[in-house]
């Protein structure tokens, strides 16, 4: 199974199955409009770079990861028919409250916004619920009104109950799921008054706000979105280093200071690559590094220092 990690500029960052279904028919959006960020048959690992990327980009950041999904896959479970007006369910009401917690996580695009079924929908849903007037056996609800429910509650608030199986959240630009504005979070430990004092931690599996993340994590991420990590090659990593440290070479010998100041940037881009395709970060890389030269002696000898 191939999984798609998806960039919608200014809209969202999520991950497919099939793009032509999930992101041209259901989201509207033709092939121009969106960008792949990579693909790849590993669920975990696509499942950690979204949450990365949600979080760096100042997208809403989805709460269960997508590999924990209980119905990790993109089309509805349950047959449902999508009006302008209504959203009108296969089953009647007195069987559909056990549909829609059979179907925690589906999610479905009407004219008024995408809405998805959790906990807090199912209640508003069957409040709400009305038998059809042309078959007992099927039951609506009004696509407006349950719109409103939306941008009248916080979306962090819709998102309450039982979620461990479900990826709850999409990431409109700060906008709820239908559309209303919810609130912005402060990181705990930052202010615009004061800088960041949290400690970074450079694996994608830690949380973090835009204020933590350290120029390591930047460059990891522009590399993941242009593919290097996807299709990158070890080798040729290698080599590019090379490449860049004889450009330092050649800067320091003209004595062009900007050039070796470029070049010294180059490397470190390199070695920040070189070691995620390693199965590292540069993180690690340096921490060992000191961890034996802070134990090292030794003293200068014609301008090189020489260890004991």
Not at 141 to 163: E, I, M, P, Q, S
Not at 178 to 184: I, P, R, Y
């Amino acid at each position: 199974m191939t999984y798609y990690l998806y960039h919608i500029p200014g809209k969202k960052i999520g991950i497919t199955k099939d793009l032509k279904k999930r992101v041209e028919e259901q989201q509207g959006y033709n092939k121009d409009e969106y960008d792949i960020i990579m693909q790849t048959d590993d669920i975990a690992k696509i499942s950690e770079y979204e949450l990365f990327l949600q979080e760096l980009y100042g997208y809403r950041v989805d709460e269960v990861p997508y590999n924990k999904l209980k119905f990790n896959k993109e089309e509805n479970d349950m047959n449902i028919n999508i009006t302008e007006q209504t959203t009108t369910f296969p089953c009647p009401v007195n069987k559909l409250k056990g549909q829609l917690m059979d179907n925690i996580g589906m999610r479905w695009m009407t004219e008024h916004g995408e809405f998805i079924i959790t906990p807090a929908t199912i209640r508003w849903i069957m409040t709400n619920i009305k038998t059809s007037m042309f078959n007992e056996k099927r039951s609506y609800v009004y696509n407006k009104a349950f719109a409103r429910f939306y941008d009248n509650n916080n979306a962090f608030d819709l998102l309450g109950g039982n979620l461990e199986d479900v990826h709850m959240r999409d990431q409109y630009s700060g906008k709820t799921l239908a559309g209303g504005m919810s609130e912005q979070r402060t990181p705990e430990c930052c202010d615009e008054n004061n800088p960041c004092t949290c400690k970074s931690e450079p694996q994608f599996s830690k949380r973090k706000t835009m204020n933590q993340y350290n120029k390591f994590d930047l460059i990891r991420a522009w590399a993941m979105e242009r593919g290097l990590y996807a299709k990158g090659d070890i080798k040729t990593q290698t080599l590019k280093l090379m490449e860049e440290a004889g450009e330092i070479c050649k800067a320091t010998l003209k004595e062009d200071h900007d050039e070796v100041i470029d070049g010294i940037g180059d490397c470190v881009v390199v070695l920040t690559n070189l070691a995620y395709l390693n199965g590292v970060t540069i993180e690690d890389c340096i921490e060992a590094a000191y961890d034996v030269i802070s134990k090292r002696t030794g003293k200068m000898v014609n301008g090189t220092f020489k260890k004991d």
